[in-house]
């Protein structure tokens, strides 16, 4: 069998969403320590920072009985010119996955095409796959269900809620979102997740309209690393998109807040809902490492 990647949510069937979310609960029950993925190794690159994305990964690899490197970007001769496929070449010889936190999406799609072991997007520019996986773990562990519920995601235009697009797509959710007429997420993930599932997602006027009757209040930061440069104009733009009392109101009284974190306290969400009694941060944020388990044990054989 050739090997799997996991590049993008459009990369999975919804059966094997199910399938990861079954694996990753049972994997969280498990007190004792398994270890399927014994003697392997995972490589984690990262040209980014990291707090959840590499303890995660890090910590799953090690309770799977298995090890994983740290590699950052500029220790590597990456840094000196080596091309990505050179490197994918290279790496595919010592361990039995990869790991990539890369700002152009392409380096991602370069290091899957010439490596021979599967590659795990662990965020680029374009998307974010592995976060939107746990975060259906802990919608499915506070709610009972993932897909029928409605979500609403207010913000930037950005990987995370790329990532959510392509899980309406797969998943056929229902996905409201509103973003600044400035900030809107690219045509073609839109495109293709719309033209999959052509009832799931709506772009609200307003974030008020966008989470009415929400399950799911979602938000994530407006400057993204790689973006402190326009942080002014984005701070600007984004006036009136926070996630507050005010505008929780608006959504169902059981609603759950959800962020992927790190937050930007008094930006894109106030400390007051942050660390309300709606928000389930943490719970996302644990939930990483069960859903990168599972993960890992899916792509690595
Ligand atoms: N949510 C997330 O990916 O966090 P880190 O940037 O800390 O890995
Ligand atoms: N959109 C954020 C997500 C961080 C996990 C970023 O790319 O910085």
Same mark, same amino acid.
């Given at each position: ?224 690393? !790689?973006?402190?440069?326009?942080? &002014?104009?984005? /701070?600007? %733009?984004?006036? =009136?998109?926070? $996630?507050?009392?005010?505008? #929780?109101?608006?959504? !169902?009284?059981?609603?759950?807040? &959800?962020?992927? /974190?790190? %937050?930007?306290? =008094?930006?894109? $969400?106030?400390?007051?809902? #942050? ?19 599972? $993960? ?6």
């Amino acid at each position: 069998m050739s090997k799997r990647d996991l590049i993008s949510i459009f990369d999975l069937r919804k059966a094997e969403i199910d399938g990861l979310i079954k694996e990753a609960v049972k994997l969280k029950k498990e007190k004792k320590r398994t270890p399927p993925l014994k003697g392997k190794t995972l490589a984690m690159i990262f040209e980014k920072s990291s707090t959840r994305t590499r303890i995660s990964f890090e910590v799953g690899m090690y309770q799977l009985g298995g090890t994983a490197l740290f590699l950052n970007s500029n220790d590597l001769q990456l840094s000196r010119g080596e091309t990505i496929r050179d490197t994918a070449r290279t790496i595919s010889r010592y361990v039995d996955a990869v790991m990539l936190r890369t700002f152009a999406h392409d380096n991602v799609v370069q290091l899957a095409d010439a490596a021979s072991v599967p590659v795990i997007n662990g965020l680029s520019d374009l998307s974010h796959p592995c976060q939107i996986l746990s975060d259906l773990l802990t919608v499915y562990e506070k709610k009972g269900d993932y897909k029928k519920l409605t979500y609403a995601y207010i913000g930037d235009g950005n990987n995370v809620l790329n990532s959510w697009l392509e899980a309406a797509g797969v998943l056929g959710i229902k996905l409201n979102i509103a973003t600044p007429e400035s900030h809107k997420p690219p045509q073609a993930v839109l495109k293709k997740a719309m033209a999959m599932s052509p009832e799931s997602i709506t772009l609200c006027h307003t974030p008020v309209d966008a989470v009415r009757n929400a399950d799911v209040v979602y938000t994530d930061v407006w400057v993204s690393m !790689g973006q402190e440069n326009v942080r &002014m104009e984005k /701070l600007k %733009a984004f006036a =009136g998109f926070q $996630i507050n009392g005010a505008l #929780l109101q608006h959504a !169902g009284s059981d609603a759950i807040v &959800m962020h992927c /974190l790190p %937050a930007h306290r =008094g930006e894109e $969400i106030t400390s007051e809902v #942050l660390d309300g009694r709606q928000s389930v941060v943490f719970d996302q944020a644990e939930n990483r490492l069960h859903m990168q388990k599972a $993960i890992l044990k899916f792509l690595i054989k």
